[in-house]
């Protein structure tokens, strides 16, 4: 048994350069874009499904924003030939504040899409100029105008906590985004990957202690709710009713088409990835695509479902839960009656959570959870 939700995801990897601290598929080699859209149409025919009403659509990257809009137009029509979105409930698009022109913005707008996520990172143009960004925060104010006037109203910028700049820094982004009439924010902690300027810059000397990041995300957690941006996940604030749908549909185990390089998909009880890099993906045989499956056993699933779940404020409810997997939250995980005597687990009628003052150990609550179920 499963949720019944799908969503579609779809990877567009290109970027006009490459953050300091970018880990992600993305490729900044514009040559191979007809090559890579002509192949994205192709899986998303060959792996076409009509009978089950797509509930989101996310197009993320990359830089989606950059591809142009008759790239854009062509690939919702794609989309729209191959699967039922008639009753789509959330169609985002991720864009970079400098290429969010007008034209672009009215291309989404009549492409359905309601909803826009801004990889904003900071207000502070030196910051953003350090870390390799392409835009200035005045940039962001600009494109933000420009999709509120195309009628797009649901938008999201995410910051990134961590950067190589002052505390007051951070929440001076923090509260000046909060100000906007943003209905989301994303917040995520700045990760030093191996082989990207920012890690040989400070992997030996990170801009801030675990403490003092721990510090600033609770300031942070603040100040936000203070301005009517409630977290209700571990990185996520949202206006009431402007939570991603898309990405609660993961969080609470549902599933997902995924398409494009390094896109990772759950249909049925089939997880799958795709190749990694651009290169791997265009080379790949079609059928080859969605072939890295496993296949997710029932018992593997209620661990996902709590593991997910507890990331997200309200918790999970434990009724759907042995509904779902015919099991015990508390036999289930033998550590959750003591992690709720120690105050990590909170229970409110139905619903287990991460009371809210524990959120930033969260992983170490999952790892007791996941651990005493082995
Ligand atoms: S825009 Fe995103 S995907 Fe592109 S290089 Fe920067 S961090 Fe990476």
């Given at each position: 048994?499963?949720?019944?939700?799908?969503?579609?995801?779809?990877?567009?990897?290109?970027?006009?350069?490459?953050?300091g601290y970018c880990a992600f598929c993305s490729c900044t080699d514009y040559s191979l874009a007809d090559r890579y859209f002509d192949k994205l149409f192709a899986e998303i025919e060959h792996f076409s499904d009509k009978t089950k009403?797509?509930?989101t659509v996310y197009i993320g990257g990359g830089t989606p924003s950059t591809v142009g809009t008759k790239r854009?137009?062509?690939?919702?029509?794609?989309?729209?030939?191959?699967?039922?979105?008639?009753?789509?409930?959330?169609?985002?698009?991720?864009?970079?504040?400098?290429?969010?022109d007008l034209p672009l913005l009215q291309c989404l707008a009549r492409n359905g899409v309601?909803?826009?996520?801004?990889?904003?990172?900071?207000?502070?143009?030196?910051?953003?100029?350090?870390?390799?960004?392409?835009?200035?925060?005045?940039?962001?104010?600009?494109?933000?105008?420009?999709?509120?006037?195309?009628?797009?109203?649901?938008?999201?910028?995410?910051?990134?906590?961590?950067?190589?700049?002052?505390?007051?820094?951070?929440?001076?982004?923090?509260?000046?985004?909060?100000?906007?009439?943003?209905?989301?924010v994303s917040v995520y902690a700045l990760e030093l990957?191996?082989?990207?300027?920012?890690?040989?810059?400070?992997?030996?000397?990170?801009?801030?202690?675990?403490?003092?990041?721990?510090?600033?995300?609770?300031?942070?957690?603040?100040?936000?709710?203070?301005m009517g941006l409630e977290r209700y996940e571990i990185s996520n604030f949202a206006k009431r009713g402007y939570e991603c749908k898309h990405n609660l549909n993961y969080w609470q185990e549902g599933r997902y088409f995924a398409f494009g390089a390094s896109a990772s998909g759950f249909v049925e009880n089939e997880r799958f990835t795709q190749p990694q890099s651009v290169q791997g993906y265009l080379d790949a045989s079609l059928c080859r695509l969605h072939e890295t499956t496993e296949s997710i056993s029932l018992a593997e699933e209620a661990n996902e479902f709590v593991m997910l779940g507890l990331r997200l404020a309200e918790g999970i409810s434990l009724s759907e839960f042995s509904a779902r997997y015919n099991a015990d939250f508390w036999t289930f995980f033998s550590s959750a009656r003591r992690l709720a005597e120690q105050g990590f687990l909170t229970v409110t009628g139905d619903r287990v959570a991460v009371p809210g003052d524990k959120f930033y150990v969260v992983d170490s609550v999952l790892a007791e959870l996941w651990h005493s179920n082995e």
């Open positions: 048994m499963h949720g019944n939700k799908y969503s579609i995801y779809v990877h567009i990897p290109f970027c006009k350069a490459r953050c009403p797509i509930y854009l137009d062509a690939l919702f029509g794609k989309l729209r030939e191959c699967f039922d979105l008639s009753v789509a409930e959330e169609i985002t698009v991720e864009c970079n504040p400098e290429s969010a309601d909803r826009v996520s801004f990889g904003l990172q900071s207000v502070n143009n030196d910051t953003l100029r350090r870390i390799g960004r392409l835009h200035t925060f005045e940039d962001f104010l600009n494109a933000f105008d420009l999709a509120r006037n195309v009628g797009i109203k649901n938008v999201n910028a995410d910051l990134i906590l961590g950067l190589p700049e002052t505390k007051e820094d951070f929440f001076h982004s923090v509260t000046c985004l909060a100000r906007l009439p943003v209905s989301h990957h191996e082989g990207t300027p920012l890690f040989a810059q400070f992997a030996d000397k990170p801009p801030f202690t675990d403490d003092e990041q721990a510090d600033m995300y609770d300031k942070a957690v603040q100040l936000l709710a203070e």
